[in-house]
């Protein structure tokens, strides 16, 4: 068991325990930010023969997890500069990865479809995502009520991407989770 690591928001240990990481995955914290909170403990479990993209627009957070990393001689943890919202614009091989996660990424973006899009084309078939986002509820934290994705709508955006909803959870107090499956 991975030693527990919570934040206000959410269990990350018991989110990344839905994904069944395992060791030679090849996955992707996609918006790392720069703390990199999914990306350190996801190579823990991929080992020295998996890999680990952390991936986000701001270069200065990438510098963030690359120094990080080499602190901790976490060899397999890559950064990758993308702007999500563009097709392609992700130098990670197409179908390619096991898992992804985008965790509160899709409210900052007006392209959200696109950002799917994006993440669709990098997993492999059968490669899961999980998505964690802001609840459409009354809340002391989080992004303006406008901002919030309600599931319904990102449900509904999946499938007409080519993903399964494999199950949607309570991710926190303010947050829902949906694990998704390329078809």
């Not at 001689?73 to 992804?100: C, H, M, P, R, Y």
Request: charged fraction near 25%; include cysteine.
């Amino acid at each position: 068991m991975m030693e527990a690591k919570k934040t206000i928001l959410f269990d990350i240990d018991k989110i990344i325990d839905k994904m069944a990481i395992g060791e030679r995955q090849r996955v992707a914290e996609l918006g790392c930010g720069n703390f990199g909170f999914f990306t350190f403990p996801i190579a823990k479990l991929v080992g020295k023969s998996g890999v680990v993209f952390a991936v986000d627009i701001i270069k200065g957070y990438l510098e963030e997890i690359k120094n990080r990393a080499k602190e901790q001689n976490l060899s397999q943890i890559n950064t990758v500069w993308a702007n999500l919202e563009i097709f392609k614009g992700t130098k990670i091989e197409s179908n390619s990865l096991d898992a992804a996660f985008l965790v509160n990424v899709l409210h900052q973006s007006d392209k959200r479809v696109d950002v799917i899009r994006e993440t669709y084309r990098l997993l492999r078939t059968g490669g899961r995502l999980i998505v964690i986002e802001w609840s459409a509820i009354d809340s002391p934290l989080g992004p303006s009520p406008e901002r919030r994705i309600k599931s319904e709508s990102l449900k509904l955006a999946a499938i007409k991407l080519g993903f399964e909803v494999e199950e949607e959870f309570s991710a926190g107090p303010y947050h829902y989770g949906l694990i998704l499956t390329k078809l």
